[in-house]
């Protein structure tokens, strides 16, 4: 099994940057792909972002690309969400996953994922 842990989530006023972080264990990191997902109260889960297993390739939800960097430390097992000019919308539970990858292609659906964290939660004030 592969173990996630989250962690850097908080309370930040509209317009300000908060960077997340996903701890892995368990199995070798680099063999899987990593996405971020997210869920407000009442809503579906959410994708955000994915990163394949060597970083080269990437990709966002249109409602935060130019403003949210995912990057991963193999080295370090640690996956980054990096959130700049956050918006309330913003607002909810920030989950890491992992998808064992034997493809270039990068999931988005959440469907794919084979483990998941305990979530983190992001609050923007307006």
């Known amino acids: 099994q592969v173990q996630l842990v989250e962690s850097g989530g908080g309370l930040v006023q509209a317009g300000g940057s908060l960077r997340l972080f996903c701890a892995a264990s368990?199995?070798?990191?680099?063999?899987?792909?990593m996405g971020w997902f997210r869920q407000a109260p009442g809503k579906e889960r959410e994708f955000v972002a994915a990163?394949?297993?060597?970083?080269?390739?990437?990709y966002y939800a249109d409602s935060v690309k130019g403003r949210f960097t995912i990057s991963r430390d193999n080295a370090k097992n640690t996956v980054y969400l990096q959130m700049n000019s956050l918006k309330p919308e913003d607002t909810a539970v920030y989950y890491c996953?992992?998808?064992?990858?034997?493809?270039?292609?990068?999931?988005?659906?959440?469907?794919?994922?084979?483990?998941w964290g305990q979530g983190t939660q992001v609050t923007v004030s307006s």
């Open positions: 996953a992992a998808k064992y990858q034997v493809s270039t292609v990068v999931p988005a659906a959440w469907r794919e994922y084979d483990y």
């Open positions: 368990g199995r070798t990191f680099s063999s899987y792909a």
């Open positions: 990163i394949i297993w060597s970083g080269r390739k990437t």
